[in-house]
């Protein structure tokens, strides 16, 4: 079994800043892409930033400039450093990974439960 867990959500007031993690652990051989989506109420989930295990980043172009993906193959962690953030950005955010489980073929697209960011004064 893999899983994914975020933090580092919350309330946050237009024009401030925040760092979402995501954590992948249980029985993971390797993982490629990581990503991070979005969800706002009544849209559907789109996709805001994905990075290589090389640590190459795609960003949706709502956010470039503002945002930042990374991540640290050594603890399986994908890290999400959200600036200048807007009401726009008010959402549930979602990391997804392509993993590897161990002793399988192939790979598999695993979710994570989300994580609420709301931007509000």
């Known amino acids: 079994q893999v899983q994914l867990v975020e933090s580092g959500g919350g309330l946050v007031q237009p024009g401030g800043s925040l760092r979402l993690s995501c954590a992948a652990s249980?029985?993971?051989?390797?993982?490629?892409?990581m990503g991070w989506y979005r969800q706002a109420p009544g849209k559907e989930r789109d996709m805001v930033a994905t990075?290589?295990?090389?640590?190459?980043?795609n960003y949706a172009d709502s956010v470039k400039g503002r945002f930042t993906i990374s991540r640290d193959n050594a603890k399986n962690t994908v890290y999400l450093q959200m600036n200048s953030l807007n009401s726009e950005d008010t959402a549930v955010y979602y990391c997804?990974?392509?993993?590897?489980?161990?002793?399988?073929?192939?790979?598999?697209?695993?979710w994570g439960r989300g994580t609420q960011v709301t931007v509000s004064s």
């Open positions: 990075v290589t295990s090389g640590g190459n980043g």
């Open positions: 997804n990974a392509d993993v590897r489980v161990r002793y399988t073929f192939g790979f598999k697209t695993i």
């Open positions: 249980g029985s993971i051989s390797s993982i490629n892409d």
